[in-house]
């Protein structure tokens, strides 16, 4: 069965970085899409970043310049680079395997603090 599991998150100030991984297994993941969205308290859960399986990236507004999203077929891994951090940028992070209806992880807390 499809399983992922994230981690990397933790407690960061303003203006640090944190890489968050996640782990996949039981899908082809070099021939799928990957992608990471986030929920911050009392919000819906949104879209940060998507990782085709040809490596090419989209980004949302809000992370353009910020995050970078990357994967390693061999490692079946997908991370999210995050650097200059802000208190907006804290939530749960959650990776999607864009594979049929989609799986999701358990998800990992990033807190930044001013």
């Known amino acids: 069965q499809v399983q992922l599991v994230e981690s990397g998150g933790g407690l960061v100030q303003a203006g640090g970085s944190l890489r968050l991984s996640c782990a996949a297994s039981?899908?082809?993941?070099?021939?799928?899409?990957m992608a990471w969205y986030r929920q911050a308290p009392g919000k819906q859960r949104d879209l940060v970043a998507i990782?085709?399986?040809?490596?090419?990236?989209r980004y949302v507004v809000s992370a353009k310049g910020r995050f970078t999203i990357s994967r390693d077929n061999a490692k079946n891994t997908v991370y999210l680079q995050m650097n200059s951090l802000k208190p907006e940028d804290t939530a749960v992070y959650y990776c999607k395997a864009l594979v049929s209806y989609g799986y999701w992880g358990q998800g990992t807390q990033v807190t930044v603090s001013s």
């Open positions: 990782i085709n399986s040809g490596g090419n990236t």
């Open positions: 039981g899908f082809i993941f070099s021939a799928n899409a």
